[in-house]
């Protein structure tokens, strides 16, 4: 065991001040257990915690981190920006410089507006959605994360196209009532909910790489299918790329699946490790805005130019050529590496990826939706594993349906450690 006396002293103060010590629930260790881990320093790769126990990072901030922590260009361009003020409220040159950088080398958007979160970049993207077209409802799917907005906490119903529950307190019936939610991967549940609520779907949201409920990828055939229904019903698709958005590559799954969203969210890398979201669409689309539209949409620090200068030093390294074949080789060489072993070992483990997003799976099956398999009990697998590998220098988000991120930063060196610990992981895992 790592000594983690100051980590511990710092959680026990953090619970007196702010509700369950975090200031986001997972951050609380709650599903694995113990105190969670107070970093203080990150280079490359690698965490240092306030016990100064050194750590190489597969959380990377829960993704924002595509080229690993405090990048030199990041810093210098962070510094530079911030030494003439922090904020004006009045547009700045930062902010054409970011947007048109993922304007030009994006295929599917003309124009985007900057937020600060994935979660008000969803929650606008909605509500220009139903704007354009003057329709209430929604539907989203079981298992895709689309931030903490109140129409969108909402689990399924019992059977297909029935209305669900709030998957939180503080939620109106109201609400829960113009939400939808569908299985992933299941084409006739959407052919039956469009047939039901024709002329009342506003939008079809959908991480097109689902991976906040483990790693739930879809075939092309089914985002296709997305395309071509909502096309044929007059309903808005929309793709919440603020996970695989500058991942999976820089046109994100649009792009890596060649599929034209009608809107696109994104959050994460986006913003170089500041707090930035963004939703873009066509000029057309995006006309709907205030001032020029009647869909209301505003920020105070919005388009922050600290924030836009991090998201520009980041995204610029992203373009450079073989950036995303030189990251998906190397996530590819952990997930195999892994994966074999486990084979060897007959393990019910298995572990995919796609680009630099990985997921570590209890179950050994594909799974493509939140199915009954995807609940059962694999936490305690998972909780071993976890910490063994915190314990042995390789921090993991606390969490079985985290997905893990590589970055431009993880060397070779680094894969081969944490596959030999991850090996180990495995050992007392299945023990
Ligand atoms: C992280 C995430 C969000 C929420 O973004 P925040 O910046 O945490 O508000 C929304 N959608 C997806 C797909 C995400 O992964």
């Known amino acids: 065991m790592k000594n983690r006396k100051q980590s511990e002293i710092l959680f ?169 939610v569908l299985p992933l991967n299941d084409a006739n549940a959407v052919k039956l909910a469009l047939e039901k609520y024709k002329n009342e779907i506003a939008c079809i949201a959908i991480e097109p790489i689902p991976a906040n409920n483990g790693l739930l990828i879809q075939g092309k055939s089914f985002l296709q299918f997305l395309r071509d229904i909502c096309d044929e019903y007059g309903v808005l698709l929309f793709f919440d790329e603020v996970i695989s958005g500058f991942r999976v590559g820089f046109g994100g799954a ?40 009647s869909v209301y949409q505003a920020g105070t620090l919005s388009g922050n130019p600290v924030a836009m200068a991090a998201g520009y030093a980041q995204l610029k390294q992203c373009l450079k050529p073989g950036f995303y074949e030189e990251l998906n080789k190397k996530t590819e060489y952990l997930v195999t590496s892994v994966l074999n072993y486990a084979k060897e070992k007959k393990y019910n483990f298995y572990m995919y990826h796609v680009g630099s997003i990985y997921w570590l799976n209890f179950l050994s099956n594909n799974v493509t939706r939140v199915a009954s398999e995807i609940k059962k009990d694999s936490s305690s697998y998972f909780k071993t594993f976890f910490h063994h590998a915190i314990n042995n220098g390789v921090y993991l988000a606390p969490s079985k349906y985290e997905v893990g991120f590589v970055s431009a930063a993880h060397t070779y060196e680094d894969l081969d450690i944490t596959i030999k610990v991850f090996r180990e992981c495995l050992d007392a895992a299945y023990a």
Not at 47 to 74: Q, R
Not at 276 to 288: E, I, L, P, W
């Open 254 to 293: 649009s792009m890596h699946y060649d599929i034209r969203p009608d809107l696109i969210a994104f959050g994460k890398v986006i913003g170089g490790g500041l707090p930035v979201g963004a939703f873009a669409s066509t000029s057309k689309n995006m006309a709907n805005l205030s001032p020029d539209g």
């Open 12 to 180: 026990s103060k953090a619970k007196q001040l702010m509700p369950a010590g975090v200031n986001s629930p997972v951050r609380a260790f709650r599903s694995v257990g113990g105190a969670p881990i107070f970093m203080k320093k990150g280079k490359g790769s690698h965490v240092i915690d306030e016990d100064d126990n050194e750590y190489i990072d597969y959380c990377c901030s829960w993704g924002p981190l595509i080229l690993g922590h405090a990048n030199d260009n990041i810093v210098d361009a962070v510094t530079e920006v911030v030494s003439n003020g922090t904020t004006f409220g009045t547009p700045t040159r930062q902010e054409n410089d970011l947007a048109e950088l993922v304007i030009d080398n994006h295929k599917y958007i003309e124009q985007i507006r900057f937020v600060s979160s994935g979660t008000e970049a969803a929650m606008s993207a909605i509500r220009l959605a139903r704007g354009i077209t003057g329709r209430e409802k929604i539907i989203k799917f079981e298992g895709c994360y689309h931030g903490h907005v109140d129409s969108l906490l909402v689990n399924a119903g019992s059977g297909l196209a029935t209305f669900g529950t709030a998957s939180s307190a503080g939620i109106p019936d109201s609400f829960v009532k113009e939400t939808i």
